[in-house]
């Protein structure tokens, strides 16, 4: 009948054959493997079954009496069917920086693994690789295979080599109920303060708080003041002269501890601005400030600015280079159309002592050679050129004339009888 059906049904004939062909291939496996051997007495040529895994062959198999096998005795093992007639010695001792992970029996030979913190490398244990700051463990390192790190992603940091920490998110500091004094970067956690503006009076450490105002105009202002020598003035003096508003005798202390004569001068100004700002006698200079202040905000129609770009402005740019791990704390946490401006702002912390029109005339010549994108060396010529051309600097100016002139007023150790 099932001839029959086989000879009427090809596709019934396909389903019997591939039925024998599995039911063939169990047979196969369940087979004892076979080794040859020739009677020593009748010089016979025997096919004598294997021993199984953990004994050895006793005696070969004969005409009439097939293989004879026994245990391995202790401290000896045969993994896989053999028909040798001794078993093999275990492993009595790891190596170097290894532990025992499994002890040896009759089938399996004793397992030795790095220790912990260590690696297989070739034959050797090798210490697992620590992240650098900057980076963070995603796959801790296992007996056979190293450390699995990976650049933090944005808002995650990681501030030394370890090689079991994974990236740590950032301290947000609005949840905190505290203001943001700077922002973290792929290697340090946010610095967290109070709301007291005199607490973020910081000269040793950039900012980058994205929302408050750049000031790249102020910080060119204060720097054409410089060939006035307004550091060579006491801040004291500086204090009494300035209209409106005092700035408070603390703040002027806490100035004087932290910043350098140059800075003090820029950082009391700043102080005495925010103390004033609405007051009317201050207004046109103040005003012209912010007038610039807005002006060069307008500059930041560039959306599509990469980190590559603004590292290679960062480049263009003389005296001190801004770090790169600042440089990606402005991509993390800014704004697109602010990158250029806090990346000048970072600059010019850097560079306190430089002019800014004039630092980026040296980044237009230097990114022109380099064949950078139009849109880009379009803008920053507009801000030099609004940052070259401002004249509030001429109202700061006023306010220090009477200063400057009363020379006697911050001359030291003056003879009496002049």
């Known amino acids: 009948m099932s001839a029959w059906i086989a000879k009427s049904n090809p596709a019934m004939k396909l389903i019997v054959l591939f039925t024998a062909s599995l039911s063939w291939a169990f047979q196969q496996q369940a087979v004892t493997p076979k080794y040859q051997y020739r009677d020593p007495v009748t010089s016979d040529l025997l096919l004598c079954d294997q021993c199984p895994p953990g004994t050895a062959v006793k005696r070969h198999c004969t005409a009439a009496a097939p293989t004879e096998c026994q245990a391995c005795p202790e401290s000896h093992f045969a993994e896989n069917w053999h028909w040798g007639d001794t078993c093999q010695y275990c492993t009595s001792v790891c190596k170097e920086r290894q532990l025992v992970k499994q002890q040896c029996n009759s089938t399996h030979d004793q397992l030795c693994e790095c220790a912990p913190g260590f690696h297989l490398v070739v034959e050797f244990c090798i210490t697992h690789s620590n992240c650098p700051p900057g980076y963070g463990v995603t796959a801790l390192g296992t007996p056979v295979s190293d450390t699995v790190c990976e650049r933090c992603p944005a808002g995650h940091f990681s501030s030394g080599d370890s090689s079991t920490e994974p990236c740590q998110p950032l301290r947000n500091c609005s949840d905190l109920g505290l203001k943001t004094l700077r922002w973290g970067t792929s290697t340090s956690d946010s610095l967290c303060g109070t709301q007291d503006k005199t607490a973020m009076l910081d000269c040793s450490q950039p900012h980058t708080l994205c929302h408050t105002d750049v ?77 610039c202040e807005r002006k060069v905000s307008r500059c930041n129609g560039l959306k599509n600015l990469t980190l590559g770009d603004l590292l290679k402005v960062t480049n263009s740019l003389p005296g001190v280079r801004v770090q790169q791990e600042d440089v990606r704390a402005v991509v993390s946490t800014c704004l697109p159309r602010q990158y250029i401006l806090q990346l000048l702002h970072l600059w010019k912390t850097a560079n306190y002592d430089l002019d ?63």
């Open 215 to 291: 000031t790249l105009c102020e910080e060119a202002v204060f720097q054409s003041l410089s060939s006035l020598r307004l550091s060579s003035v006491p801040l004291e003096r500086l204090l009494e002269s300035l209209p409106g508003r005092s700035v408070d005798r603390k703040s002027l202390e806490r100035l004087k501890k932290a910043c350098s004569p140059q800075q003090q001068v820029l950082q009391l100004l700043r102080l005495w601005r925010e103390q004033n700002k609405d007051q009317d006698k201050m207004y046109s200079i103040i005003q012209g400030v912010n007038h």
């Open 356 to 418: 800014l029109a004039k630092g980026l005339s040296h980044s237009l010549r230097v990114l022109r050679s380099q064949g950078a994108p139009r849109q880009l060396l379009k803008v920053l010529k507009k801000i030099s050129r609004i940052i070259g051309t401002t004249s509030a600097h001429k109202m700061y100016e006023k306010m220090f004339v009477s200063v400057l002139h009363d020379e006697s007023c911050f001359k030291a150790h003056k003879p009496l009888n002049e």
